[in-house]
């Protein structure tokens, strides 16, 4: 019964939603939470932590105990935009802000059914400029557009 509990999706989604909320308790240990009339900066990361670890383990027992849908193969779109996310992050601090936008652009097109390389191309083009125009000009935050060569 307990190897056809784990062949479910919510049992897999709940300890998901678990793992994720006990490593953002672990990763923000260190930050001060204070109390509910004067809180700090783990205060909130804290609380959705929490909320996030309560209903993985509510999915999770759902999961265990009711019949649910079966995981019938594993789909690798879904971490192509985890893995145009992680992309992005590395690229804004040493590519800049717009080859940043063109990566996290066109990979996470790549997890999508269909690509279109002349929507990929307006995107990009109108989320560089969005970009640009919300975080250097109104912003003020002037992180560095291009790459340092």
């Keep these: 019964m307990l190897q056809r509990a784990f062949r479910r999706q919510d049992t897999w989604a709940g300890l998901m939603f678990l793992g994720v909320g006990i490593a953002a308790l672990w990763i923000g240990r260190d930050y001060p939470t204070g109390t509910a009339t004067s809180m700090g ?8 932590s929490f909320l996030l670890c309560g209903i993985g383990a509510l999915v999770t027992l759902r999961g265990l105990i009711a019949d649910g849908e079966k995981i019938t193969g594993t789909a690798l779109r ?3 935009v985890l893995v145009a996310v992680a992309l992005f992050a590395l690229a804004v601090t040493s590519g800049g802000l717009v080859p940043a936008i063109v990566v996290l652009t066109v990979v996470g097109a790549c997890a999508g059914h269909e690509f279109r390389l002349r929507e990929v191309a307006a995107l990009t083009l109108a ?6 125009a919300v975080f250097d000009w109104a912003l003020g935050m002037h992180l560095p557009l291009w790459p340092a060569w």
Aim: hydrophobic share 65%.
């Design 127 to 132: 989320l560089a400029v969005f970009s640009v």
């Design 78 to 80: 879904p971490f192509l």
């Design 41 to 48: 900066p783990g205060f909130f990361p804290d609380l959705l």
